[in-house]
């Protein structure tokens, strides 16, 4: 979206960080977990896993509908409010595109997450450890933390209501039943 956009500094300067940081560490690790790393069915999950797998795909459409949809309906309430709080109306075309600059990266970084937590379910149940599924569960929690207290603190209480909350159900719900219904 960046690119699309004609932000090739948030490319080099943003998106492109994580990758020289984090994709070398995550090769190594890659020899470490071995089998595990294996592409399973989400029929051959246990339940919880399914549950929480699924879930897991439900979050990263979400940051994908949030990177490529800022202008369509589904944003709407989003860009009223903006429009309302900030412009005493309509968003102006200037404000669009800031927005769309944002949810780029907001969708991209939902994408990433729920990979990872993807990723952490399957390792979960293929290794039998569910260490992982903490680490899915706290980084749910976390972000939910984080952007409810920004949201609150900056008046955008819809944002709670209309995308934390719901998102908080959603994944960290299926992913604490796949927590506490795995052995130790």
Sequence with gaps: ??????????VAMINGMPIVLV????????????????PRAFRD????????AIASVMGMASGLMIAVLGDTAVFRPLRDRLGDAHFG???????RALLRFFLGPIGGATL????LV??????????????????????????FTFDSA???????????????????VLTAAPLAWAYWTTDR
């Design 112 to 115: 990433g997450q729920f990979v």
């Design 89 to 95: 109306g309509d968003l102006p075309d200037a404000g």
């Design 23 to 38: 994709v070398p560490l995550l090769l190594a690790m890659r020899s470490e977990l071995g089998a595990s790393t294996t």
């Design 45 to 52: 999950l246990r339940t919880p896993m399914r549950v929480a």
């Design 1 to 10: 979206m960046s690119l699309g956009y004609g932000a090739w500094a948030n």
């Design 118 to 143: 993807f990723l952490w379910v399957r390792h979960t149940d293929a290794s039998g450890e569910r260490r992982a599924l903490g680490w899915a569960l706290t980084s749910v929690v976390l972000w």
């Design 150 to 168: 920004i949201s609150v603190m900056a008046g955008a209480l819809f944002n709670l209501w209309m995308v934390n909350l719901p998102a908080l």
